[in-house]
């Protein structure tokens, strides 16, 4: 039988350790052992620990908390109790609660090989059910996008049908929806994809400056022009041009370029004749252009002009089912790029990732995934991790009222505040909360049961 497991024994004693490391169960896995007033959580995290076999004596409420506490910390870990027979009536109790196991004392060691095995039938069906997720995931990659909200699935199908035959296509949607990735696809699935693809960000360049960055010029054009400078049109000559932000630029040479989409030429700055030039051109805004028009900042004929296919991206917030694919995907980059490995994010972070509003969309998803995936010390992303401003949006803790001069508390009542203003703050974190009581988790323990403290 081949385990390869990494097994924790907690015990009060050697006995059960010696008989696991003497049977079967020993010879591809890592054994090891903690008493019962060692950390757990401390063992899980420094040796990797996936199973959890404890025998230790113990009342329902502390086996309890001990299994919520493991769960919590990583729900991949699996737990078996071992206990007295007159405790046999726990059983269903536990494995509803997660446990992956429930066996009786005195115990045969072929049992625990049997329950053991089924434990790694089920890693492995799991390991199996994630290759397999993660190859379903590849029909939701497309030309470097990740989607498979309804919406997105149509633009991608929009991609392939008119990235053989487009001339001009108009680009719309709010910063950091993934413009540029969509003006990649449509070059990359094009007849043209072996030719030069320009990116201009029109954003950046000065008002003074368009003409000759979009047009070049010829020596002598102006006082400086000692050569000519090729444009970006030229550049871009028998393949695909990009313009970024095509609103900012201004409208005195916005005539020029509807010239160039409808004559197929220009004339450089200072140059007596005309050039001719061949290029598909793609243009993207993050503006309304029907609002520019009507303030007079966008030539309505260009805006026709270009107006023949459009693209227009949903917002983040639109398509959330996306989310956790795109977790995923940008994970997988940052382990590449930083030879790290971080296989995920935490529930609640998850659960903050759908409730947040993501003004930068998916640019701010990836941004924010990327400082984590640099600062976590876990295998996974955790609220801490993420920047402060992210933080600040999960669910505010409420101030502990000490005392009420309206309605006086009792003293067990002002412990059990606080036992859950600290549970809140430290995150359901018992070690913490612990410590900072100053008191042991058995007590703890004791006390959550005693002012029914949910969990």
């Not at 009786?104 to 997720?133: A, M």
């Not at 929009?158 to 910063?175: M, P, R, Y």
């Not at 020596?219 to 695909?240: H, P, R, V």
């Not at 805006?303 to 639109?318: D, G, M, Q, T």
Request: glycine content about 4%; charged content about 25%; some cysteine.
């Amino acid at each position: 039988m081949n385990f390869n497991l990494n097994i924790l024994i907690n015990s009060e004693d050697l006995a059960l350790y010696n008989m696991i490391k003497k049977s079967p169960i020993s010879s591809n896995s890592t054994i090891s052992f903690c008493g019962p007033q060692e950390d757990i959580l401390t063992f899980i995290q420094e040796s990797k620990i996936n199973l959890v076999i404890t025998d230790i004596e113990s009342d329902k409420n502390e086996k309890n908390n001990l299994l919520k506490e493991i769960k919590q910390f990583d729900p991949l870990v699996d737990v078996i109790f071992i206990a007295d027979p007159s405790n046999s009536e726990e059983f269903l109790d536990f494995i509803n609660l997660g446990a992956a196991d429930y066996l009786t004392k005195p115990l045969e060691i072929n049992t625990l090989v049997q329950s053991i095995q089924k434990i790694v039938n089920k890693k492995t069906l799991r390991k199996e059910t994630f290759r397999l997720e993660k190859r379903l995931d590849k029909k939701y990659l497309f030309r470097g996008m990740v989607g498979k909200n309804p919406y997105m699935l149509d633009i991608f199908n929009l991609i392939d049908i008119i990235s053989k035959n487009f001339t001009i296509v108009l680009i719309t949607g709010e910063t950091g929806t993934g413009k540029e990735l969509v003006a990649r696809a449509l070059h990359e699935a094009s007849p043209l994809k072996d030719k030069k693809f320009v990116v201009c960000n029109c954003s950046t360049i000065p008002e003074n400056l368009f003409e000759s960055e979009l047009f070049g010029y010829v020596k002598g054009a102006f006082t400086g022009a000692d050569k000519n400078k090729q444009g970006l049109f030229d550049e871009a000559n028998g393949g695909i041009i990009f313009l970024d932000e095509i609103a900012e630029i201004p409208v005195f040479t916005q005539a020029k370029f509807l010239r160039v989409l409808e004559y197929h030429q220009f004339r450089p700055l200072g140059a007596n004749t005309d050039r001719k030039v061949e290029v598909r051109v793609i243009v993207a805004t993050n503006r309304n252009l029907r609002e520019c028009l009507k303030n007079g900042t966008f030539r309505e004929d260009l805006f026709h002009r270009l107006n023949k296919v459009e693209i227009e991206l949903p917002p983040l917030r639109k398509r959330k089912e996306d989310i956790h694919l795109l977790v995923r995907y940008f994970l997988n980059q940052h382990q590449k790029k930083f030879s790290k490995k971080i296989g995920g994010v935490s529930r609640q972070v998850q659960k903050l990732f759908l409730q947040y509003h993501w003004p930068g969309n998916i640019r701010e998803l990836e941004n924010v995934l990327e400082s984590s995936f640099i600062i976590s010390q876990k295998d996974f992303i955790d609220i801490p991790d993420l920047p402060q401003y992210l933080q600040d949006v999960a669910p505010v803790v409420e101030e502990l009222p000490f005392f009420s001069k309206e309605k006086p508390v009792s003293l067990e009542e002002l412990e059990k505040n606080y036992i859950i203003y600290l549970l809140n703050i430290t995150k359901n974190n018992l070690r913490k909360t612990a410590k900072i009581l100053n008191i042991s988790r058995t007590t703890l323990y004791h006390k959550l049961s005693k002012y029914d403290i949910p969990r």
